[in-house]
């Protein structure tokens, strides 16, 4: 994997807390998952979107339903 060298200008606290936790070499795996993971997140935003202008926003009953079912599960 390529990699490329910027700047972030952060929380300190975060900084600190994450440096703890990961090591000093270990905050760019940090950062680098992290954006990952919000580019992933946003991915899915837009195809959730894109299926909502093709077919329109889930009904209320609909949503209900699932969270019932999902939080039994």
Not at 19 to 46: C, E, F, P, V, Y
Not at 60 to 69: A, F, H, K, T, Y
């Amino acid at each position: 994997m390529a990699t490329e060298k910027v700047s972030f200008t952060l929380d300190k606290n975060l900084v600190a807390e994450a440096r703890a936790t990961a090591g000093k070499r270990g905050l760019s795996r940090i950062m680098n998952d992290a954006l990952s993971d919000w580019l992933h997140g946003r991915r899915i935003d837009q195809m959730l979107d894109e299926m909502d202008d093709e077919a329109g926003p889930l009904g209320d009953e609909l949503v209900q339903e699932v969270r019932g079912e999902w939080r039994a599960g």
